[in-house]
């Protein structure tokens, strides 16, 4: 079992018996500079949480971890809201966020409209549709993305050429993209102000 998944097992209860969700939890380990981030909120995620949230989980959670003690040495544990631009931890998170904007990192590349030869392991786009039938290798999202095809045609032009284009209306190629939640390394909301 990883340091996640026992840190886990030993928060989520304190976090679900204070009324909180826990949202997700990173663990970074550096000798006596390791931190230990947790990540809260409501089940209703746009009722916010606040100041004395994070402090009450800290101080249970801070109780549970000095009598388990699954962490040897130092560390400074973090508790926070997930915040605007929230870190995806698991596929059903991802719901509540349809027809929002979304920064996908992937394991390996994907070839893309536009994505060039090697494929594309960045990917930002609307989040359209969550699909969790199925097993963990068959979970997905679909993911609304744009190609500017004026971009490749405008990389041939000379200098000149090109200002020329510059006032020319931009084409944008709107496709789906199929994403398997298995080929996801991190995912993150993308603000909108």
Known sequence: MSQ????????????KALGFELWGLDYLPSGRHSVLRVYIDHSDYKKGINIEDCEQVSRQISAILEVEEPISGEYVLEVSSPGLDREFFKPSQYVNFCGQMIFIKLTSPIHTLGSGSGG???LKGILKEVFLEGSVFEQKLILELSHNLNKNENKNLGKKENKNKENKENKEEIFLQEILFSNIQKAQLVPNF
């Open 120 to 122: 594309s392991r960045n």
């Open 4 to 15: 996640v998944s026992v840190l886990t097992t030993l928060i989520e209860p304190a976090v």
